[in-house]
């Protein structure tokens, strides 16, 4: 079946990197996601990944594939106040849904 | 283009009532979702159109939510007999159908039942 995984919580100070992990279970998904969401609003598209890369970077984003572990990653560097926020990953399924991950909130302390 | 709006943005109803909201995809983008958030989960999948055809439905979807899409374009989601239990946002997205397709998100519709 389809299934997301991700840490509930990370706390990181300002200005380190911070690390957010996922796992999912379809070995058929095509692009994988990072979604962030503030609170009380909707879902921004942070960055996605094709199934055959391993790394995909975006100015201080970087994505981390293992199709092997089915392990994804989303690293932040030099983490700001306002990069507070829940991400959210996402797989696709075979019909194109995305399927979400519980959420992972970052507190980043000043 | 102001990307996926929805409407209302916020929603306060009694329980047994009826309510609707409705979404307007980003122009162009033939395939639209809808997903309901509960806080602490993330976002779980309802409904998806493409087009005017609704191809696939959730269990979650029970018999008293009917999504439409009538024109291909906007959409409306409908709950009848509203339950505490439905208290949740209820979260648009659209997308185009095509390889590597990115879906966006609106802002959400919150609704709370008393």
């Known amino acids: 079946g389809e299934d997301v995984e991700q840490s509930l919580f990370l706390s990181v100070r300002e200005g380190d990197s911070s690390v957010i992990n996922c796992t999912y279970t379809?070995?058929?998904?095509?692009?994988l996601y990072w979604y962030k969401q503030e609170p009380g609003a909707g879902l921004q598209l942070l960055t996605y990944?094709?199934?055959?890369?391993d790394m995909k970077q975006d100015q201080r984003l970087t994505v981390l594939l293992n199709k092997k572990d089915k392990h994804l990653s989303l690293r932040i560097a030099d983490t700001q106040t306002g990069d507070s926020a829940i991400y959210f990953c996402a797989e696709t399924s075979n019909t194109g849904k995305l399927i979400f991950g519980q959420g992972t909130t970052l507190q980043v302390k000043p | 283009d102001t990307g996926v709006s929805q409407d209302p943005r916020h929603k306060i109803t009694k329980r047994g009532q009826n309510v609707t909201f409705r979404c307007d995809p980003i122009s162009e983008h033939n395939r639209l979702y809808w997903y309901r958030q509960t806080l602490g989960q993330g976002p779980e999948f309802l409904t998806y159109f493409q087009n005017e055809a609704q191809l696939e439905k959730s269990r979650l979807l029970s018999d008293r939510f009917s999504a439409e899409r009538p024109k291909g374009s906007f959409s409306t989601l409908e709950i009848q007999r509203t339950e505490q239990g439905d208290s949740a946002m209820y979260l648009c997205?659209?997308?185009?159908?095509?390889?590597?397709?990115?879906?966006?998100f609106g802002e959400g519709s919150w609704l709370t039942v008393v």
């Open positions: 997205a659209s997308s185009l159908e095509l390889p590597g397709h990115t879906i966006y």
């Open positions: 990944i094709f199934s055959n890369m």
């Open positions: 379809d070995s058929s998904s095509t692009y």
